[in-house]
């Protein structure tokens, strides 16, 4: 009897256990739980951005590739283009030497009908002793005095000069005067003045390639070729004395020590510069027997002249000529050094064998093809060296 109560409060013990209800979730697990699926949330919505980032990345790169290949469409296209307009370039390079020559061609054909229609006017025949006369003169005398022929009626003062230099042709102008002077004059200007020009012509042209054959020879050497602006700066007999220094004691200190031996060197530089003007450049531009070994050698260049005259062997305008010549051809003397110093043949058509006031078609110009610039400026030349 009590074994059976026993078993029956074990089996009601059991049942209380079976319907007893589940312990309740703590705060803490609840939190954690909605904590980890705020970071996948969040994790989601930056895998979404990062995403985006590299969607919008991949679209740029393509549009900078689209880019890139539209440049180097365009650079092609320009690189045709250039090629285009460099051959176009050459084409009227070509173009512009042809009517160049052609030019020239019509200039000389045009100088033949000038002599032609002077050669219609001549009011004296040709005496061949007046022309050897006109010849010893023009190429002494006159190129000594007149570097450039304006017109007609400097051309008639040349005559005079001619006719004038002896007693026989002297003769020719006896108890004339007035218009019967100028006229007979103008008569043998036309028969004889064609000559004179010739020669003034060929005596400028030769003294521009015999100076600009010194200069390349004096560059070849190692010589100073200093710019035109310093070389009229020597020629006017500038900056060849040494300056007196005033010291703060007896003795020069450091600093006046080396302003003195900079103006030695400047001024020793200078003098040697100014001997070989003196003696390999003044020549070309009045001949040896104006300014060879028998006057150099005893006389001041400028004042020293011939005795009993007032002329001197070397007149300012010679000196200013060479200055003339340099500022017309400074710039292609360098081209013409550059090519030497480089050993390479210099490009005859080039634009730097351009000169400043002459034109290559000076030897068939009656009055030599100077324009009138250069003419202007050796006359301002001539007067600054004068004074």
């Excluded at 190129?143 to 008639?156: C, G």
């Amino acid at each position: 009897m009590v074994a059976t109560t026993r078993k029956r409060v074990k089996k009601t013990d059991d049942a209380a256990k079976a319907v007893e209800p589940p312990k309740k979730r703590t705060r803490k697990t609840d939190e954690s739980e909605e904590d980890s699926e705020e970071d996948e949330n969040e994790l989601k919505e930056r895998n979404k951005e990062l995403e985006k980032r590299i969607t919008d990345k991949k679209a740029t790169i393509k549009k900078h590739a689209t880019m890139i290949q539209e440049l180097k469409t365009r650079n092609q296209d320009l690189a045709t283009q250039n090629n285009e307009l460099t051959a176009q370039n050459e084409e009227l390079t070509t173009q512009n030497e042809e009517l160049e020559t052609r030019n020239q061609d019509l200039t000389i054909r045009n100088d033949d009908l000038e002599r032609q229609k002077t050669a219609a006017k001549v009011g004296v025949p040709l005496n061949k002793a007046i022309m050897l006369l006109v010849k010893e003169q023009t190429g002494k005398q006159i190129w000594k005095r007149y570097k450039f022929i304006a017109d007609e009626d400097e051309l008639d003062v040349i005559m005079e000069e001619i006719l004038l230099s002896t007693p026989h042709t002297a003769n020719i102008l006896v108890d004339l005067e007035g218009d019967e002077r100028e006229s007979t004059l103008r008569s043998y200007s036309l028969t004889y003045g064609q000559k004179i020009c010739d020669i003034i012509n060929s005596k400028r042209s030769a003294s521009q390639t015999d100076i600009c054959k010194e200069v390349l020879k004096r560059q070849a050497d190692g010589g100073r070729i200093p710019p035109v602006g310093n070389m009229l700066y020597i020629i006017r007999r500038k900056g060849l004395d040494y300056r007196t220094f005033e010291l703060e004691g007896d003795e020069p200190n450091e600093e006046e020590e080396a302003k003195i031996k900079k103006n030695r060197l400047a001024v020793d530089s200078n003098c040697e510069v100014f001997d070989w003007y003196s003696n390999r450049l003044v020549a070309k531009t009045v001949g040896h027997a104006s300014w060879g070994p028998n006057q150099k050698h005893f006389g001041h260049l400028s004042t020293y002249s011939p005795g009993g005259s007032i002329e001197p062997y070397v007149p300012a305008n010679a000196e200013a000529f060479v200055v003339l010549l340099w500022e017309n051809a400074e710039e292609k003397w360098k081209y013409l050094m550059r090519c030497q110093d480089g050993k390479r043949k210099p490009n005859m058509k080039s634009v730097k064998m351009k000169t400043v006031y002459s034109s290559s078609s000076s030897g068939h110009n009656v009055f030599g093809g100077w324009n009138q610039a250069g003419r202007d400026r050796f006359e301002e030349l001539t007067r600054e060296i004068s004074e």
